[in-house]
């Protein structure tokens, strides 16, 4: 229970720091037992995956542990901001953009992990790297950045987050709140506002239902003047062999502040092969302009 407390804590906490997204100085509880789950904060990455991080501890008496090899990384995943908090809203700008600006939406990136059973009590230290990763917007960049906590004499053991529901009490499942496969779609840094695009996704129907498609399109907030510069309208549908993606920005929207992501459930047999068949971009007056859309697939 004590545990719970702590995540339901360190959710409150980020929800303030989702913006610019943070990295923990102490793990959430910052005082625990070998083999207690500890989590704490990585940055704000959308790159960011269980996989990808690497993870040692160091205790009191010298060993390090490998907790990646150790197979003690519960979960990575991200969190949003409720979509009508003060700071989603009335952020200063910068702090609004700076995601942004590494290509991503507002996010603050955890990781749930256990401590090993055999670690020393006393002061400890985590070394975290993020590998392969550029889009973190805490400041820590890649790392290696290092995270604080304080072990103390006793035998923890591995939360599982037991609860309620359908007349049973099975532990939580992480995987439902880590990043599905995904295609990421964006529309470059330039400086010429959209007004509006159409764009045509093909993919691998041998591969993927069509109908587990699904798109989902990340909402800026951000705040130069008055609200509404990045409003966006997005419909779709797919006719079993090709996705189509329409767009419409009336006001205009800076291409950074645009994008969308094509998921799908994991396990697939094969790759969805997506590719963008055809894409066409406007400007506010109505006219062509010059801008390629990217795709970017995480499986």
Not at 158 to 182: I, M, W, Y
Request: hydrophobic fraction near 40%; charged fraction near 15%.
């Amino acid at each position: 229970m004590k545990f719970k407390i702590n995540l339901l804590g360190l959710c409150a906490l980020c929800g303030g720091l989702l913006l610019s997204a943070c990295t923990s100085i102490n793990t959430f509880p910052n005082i625990a037992r070998p083999g207690d789950t500890i989590s704490f904060m990585v940055g704000g990455s959308a790159q960011a995956r269980k996989e990808n991080i690497s993870i040692s501890l160091t205790d009191a008496g010298g060993h390090v542990f490998d907790l990646q090899a150790l197979g003690r990384v519960r979960s990575v995943f991200n969190l949003r901001a409720d979509g009508r908090a003060e700071g989603t809203h009335y952020s200063p700008y910068l702090e609004s953009y700076i995601s942004w600006a590494f290509g991503h939406e507002p996010l603050q990136t955890v990781m749930i992990a256990d401590l090993p059973g055999n670690a020393a009590p006393g002061p400890a230290t985590l070394t975290v790297t993020l590998n392969g990763i550029t889009d973190n917007s805490s400041g820590t960049g890649a790392g290696p950045f290092t995270v604080s906590l304080e072990i103390i004499p006793g035998s923890g053991s591995s939360e599982q987050f037991l609860h309620p529901t359908l007349g049973a009490t099975p532990p939580v499942d992480f995987t439902r709140l880590e990043t599905a496969p995904n295609a990421q779609i964006s529309f470059g840094t330039g400086y010429i506002p959209i007004g509006a695009a159409s764009l045509v996704i093909d993919f691998d129907e041998t591969a993927i239902n069509p109908d587990d498609l699904n798109l989902y399109v990340p909402e800026s907030t951000v705040r130069s003047g008055a609200f509404g510069m990045t409003q966006r309208m997005v419909y779709w549908h797919q006719d079993g062999q090709n996705l189509y993606v329409d767009i419409i920005a009336p006001q205009g929207i800076d291409p950074r502040y645009l994008q969308f992501f094509v998921v799908h459930p994991s396990g697939l047999a094969g790759s969805p092969t997506f590719n963008i068949l055809n894409a066409q971009v406007y400007g506010t007056d109505g006219n062509l302009i010059d801008v390629t859309p990217a795709l970017t697939y995480s499986p």
